[in-house]
């Protein structure tokens, strides 16, 4: 009988890795031209504390561990409908005007997300930002459940950077 526990504790486990491992990586690469200057840009989304500054999705926005653009940092996204995510400062550069981050929990559809925002000149006055992820969709099962596929999952984050860059742009020309 143990023996029995243990080979189905097994079998649930490899089968889990194995539809984990099947998953493909998925991505959304989103970018906006502002008519301002990279510095005026970078001032308004780089502070790692106040996504909901340029963000009309978030509501508030709270480091729960570290030191706000520090690499580390933990901060605790409220949205407007309620839902929390919450992610992980990887790298801060305010020079190169670009930082990476991580979702660690959260209600978008995705899992193994790692995203990355930069702030580019782009001539006399115009900026350049890019915003680009990569994750996998949330429900890792072979077959997942209708509206927790691959798709959906793009597209909602395809969404969510549209979104944020579209409302960048409003508030900052």
């Known amino acids: 009988m143990k023996y029995s526990l243990l080979l189905a504790s097994l079998l649930v486990s490899t089968a889990f890795n194995a539809s984990a491992e099947e998953a493909k990586n998925l991505s959304a690469h989103e970018e906006v031209t502002i008519n301002a200057s990279a510095a005026t840009v970078w001032t308004k989304l780089s502070n790692f504390n106040d996504l909901g500054a340029w963000h009309p999705a978030v509501k508030t926005t709270e480091i729960v561990s570290g030191k706000n653009n520090k690499v580390g940092a933990e901060r605790l996204l409220t949205l407007q409908d309620g839902g929390t995510i919450k992610e992980k400062l990887l790298s801060y550069n305010a020079k190169g005007k670009t930082f990476k981050y991580s979702i660690i929990e959260g209600v978008l559809p995705v ?25 996998k969709r949330k429900d890792l099962a072979t077959t997942p459940a209708e509206g927790a596929d691959d798709a959906t999952a793009v597209k909602v984050m395809t969404s969510v950077y549209r979104g944020g860059l579209d409302n960048l742009k409003k508030i900052s020309e």
């Open 111 to 135: 899992t193994s997300y790692v995203s990355s925002v930069t702030v580019k000149a782009a001539g006399k006055d115009k900026a350049l930002v890019v915003w680009e992820g990569s994750f």
